[in-house]
């Protein structure tokens, strides 16, 4: 069972919107700005996404935007492309000084 | 450009040892803090720990902090993953990370070492 929780599979068309959730608690997620999102695509390495709530590093789609209320934080994809197709796992430092990831999700594009 | 590669999977016994190791360029070794994380064949992402940079201190989340030692080796830029005891639920592909925060922001990953422990 992962600490932090989010859906299995999302799904949406090219060219929609659509929103990934993460839930953790007061001591992870709601505690600190420091949640990053990971993007995998088939049989790749995870890739760095979104860093500290809502910062795209360098080279990352403008289409990609993370946000946080509370304990939950969200990662929105907006343009929906095929290429967008993948594993996402968000994860967020806690206060045992280590990090916790999600289960991740599967975001199909239809 | 930052570099990370690991080696040193392979097949292993339950209850047997393996050492990983991660050579790292394009930054400041000395001053990284390195994560290793592993994914499971079909699960998601675990933190196996961290080695703090400027003096090499650990943290380890605690399902493993017993069976799994992290190190470096600053002057050769490589770190380092000691496993014992390994079980069969311990198979996974091993990443070496960095962190770019100190909050465990994990921007640069290598391709991961598989380690398969089976009888």
């Known amino acids: 069972q992962s600490a932090l929780t989010q859906p299995a599979s999302v799904s949406g068309s090219p060219g929609q919107s659509i929103t990934i959730s993460c839930t953790g608690t007061?001591?992870?997620?709601?505690?600190?700005?420091?949640v990053s999102w990971y993007q995998q695509l088939p049989g790749k390495v995870p890739k760095l996404i979104i860093s500290?709530?809502?910062n795209r590093p360098s080279g990352v789609s403008n289409r990609f935007s993370g946000s946080k209320s509370g304990n939950t934080a969200s990662l929105t994809i907006s343009g929906l492309q095929a290429e967008d197709e993948a594993d996402y796992y968000c994860?967020?430092?806690?206060?045992?000084?280590?990090?916790?990831f999600g289960g991740g999700t599967k975001l199909t594009v239809l | 450009e930052v570099q990370v590669v690991e080696s040193g999977g392979g097949l292993v016994k339950p209850g047997g040892s393996l050492r990983l190791s991660c050579v790292v360029s394009?930054?400041?070794?000395?001053?990284?803090?390195m994560t290793w994380v592993r994914q499971a064949p079909g699960k998601g992402l675990e933190c196996i720990g961290r080695?703090?940079?400027?003096?090499?201190?650990?943290d380890y989340p605690a399902p493993v902090n017993d069976r799994f030692t992290i190190s470096r080796d600053d002057s050769r830029k490589t770190l380092y993953l000691q496993m014992s005891r390994l079980r069969t639920e311990d198979t996974a592909v091993y990443y070496c990370?960095?962190?770019?925060?100190?909050?465990?922001?994990?921007?640069?990953w290598g391709q991961g070492t598989l380690v398969t422990v089976s009888s």
């Open positions: 500290n709530v809502s």
């Open positions: 990370t960095h962190d770019s925060s100190a909050y465990y922001t994990l921007h640069f």
């Open positions: 394009g930054l400041a070794f000395s001053d990284a803090w």
């Open positions: 080695i703090r940079g400027g003096g090499g201190a650990t």
């Open positions: 994860s967020s430092y806690t206060s045992s000084i280590t990090v916790a």
């Open positions: 007061s001591s992870d997620v709601g505690g600190y700005d420091y």
